[in-house]
């Protein structure tokens, strides 16, 4: 399986902000992508930048192409965040990327959990959003292949229960071009962080998988397409200890690991490298596998053995 961290420690929150600390250290964070990656021949860096009305905003963490280096590319989500609907811009704006980003990437996601409709840190919010990924995904794919890079492009969303099972079976249906572009379903999902989650951790997340693949991306026409979890964390902080971190990465990596072949599950990435601010008892403050200082939590070391045990 392909692994992968986000390396930075800011974080958009629940309230439509952002949770933030001291600047990132670009030399630590080598380091601790080395330590990670190990001896393994792959592995995924994410980073985010976004199409506003005044133009695109730099990647975060900062000139994220710097640590696309020995086997690292990078995981780059482009989010859509234009209040004026403008979908042509956003389509100019991920041909721009694929230009400046394409022989570093490994993977393009249009659009970050644009299911999510009530947080203006998060595309769904914005007017235009299903347009902007049914476009956008065929530009983006449509481009790469004419420059000759490798790179898929894909959408991702949160779980999907209720009505909103059949949020990618309307993508499908509104631009059947859209089907035959994407390369890749995300799943971003955080059990036992925002509720909590009743009985045993790894039956819970192989139910989530199992119903993403049979449930969401099959009636869509997309059940041939690779699953990707494009985000997954479980914070540290009062009552959240670091040990327990560690236990929820570990149950929740083998979880996935142990129904790649099942599900078609291609990679995991995990959020996030740092805490964005270790003092601060607020979830969105830490995420991190290490303290804000870079100082590893004991789920650093955890996520570096399973990455060594079921990286490719």
Known sequence: MLFGIYPGGASGDDTGGLATGAPDSPDRISALLDELQGATGAFLVRAYTAFKDTGGTPTTPADAARYAVRGRRLDLVAQYQSASGDVTGYCAFLRDLVERYGAVTATLQVTEEPNVTDNPVLD??????????????????????????????????????????????????RDPAFAAAVDYVGLDFFPDVFRPLEGDLAEGVAGVLAHHRENVMAPAGLGHVPLHITEHGWPTGPDRSPRRQADVVDTVVRAVAGNAERLDITGYTHFALRDADSANPGLFHNFGLTTDDYTPKPAFHTYRALIAELGR
């Open 124 to 173: 769904g919010y914005y007017p235009g959003v299903r347009d902007a990924i049914t476009a956008g995904v065929v530009a983006a794919k449509t481009h790469a292949r004419a420059l000759g890079h490798d790179l898929a492009v894909g959408v991702n969303t949160t779980p999907l229960f209720g009505p909103a099972t059949s949020f990618l079976a309307d993508l499908t249906a």
